[in-house]
């Protein structure tokens, strides 16, 4: 009985351990600029959000969270509860509302033409 109460202590301290490095190497950091976004192939907002952005040539990192491990990683460490998720600055952004990932762009420095989509204008 020790035994086996020493086992699922070892494997709680080491679930525990891999989660909190998780969330560690996935956070946003404050001086980052750069646009990541978990997505899936067969979700239409994530389909909506890639393509706005290649739209307005805003650069961005890709991360499939069914088909990669590091996508797979980073959505568990941010708490993913659906996607996409988007880091956009220091700002972690869950779901798809134009007005939101807008203010983000904005406040990581990017330039949004006039005609940049929001929830208001779809």
């Known amino acids: 009985m020790r035994k086996l109460l020493f086992i699922l202590m070892i494997a709680a301290i080491v679930l525990f351990s891999i989660d909190r490095l998780a969330a560690h190497l996935y956070a946003p950091k404050e001086d980052f600029n750069a646009v990541i976004i978990y997505t899936t192939q067969w979700c239409p907002y994530c389909e909506a959000l890639r393509s706005t952005l290649n ?3 805003i650069p961005f990192i890709k991360r499939d969270t069914e088909k990669s491990l590091d996508g797979f990683a980073g959505y568990w460490a941010l708490r993913g509860h659906g996607v996409p998720i988007s880091i956009i600055g220091s700002e972690v952004i869950h779901g798809y509302d134009g ?6 762009l904005v406040g990581a420095g990017y330039e949004i033409p006039a005609d940049w989509p929001t929830n208001k204008q779809q």
Do not use: R, V
Request: glycine share 0%; hydrophobic share 35%.
């Open 99 to 104: 007005q939101i990932i807008t203010d983000a």
């Open 55 to 57: 739209q307005y040539q």
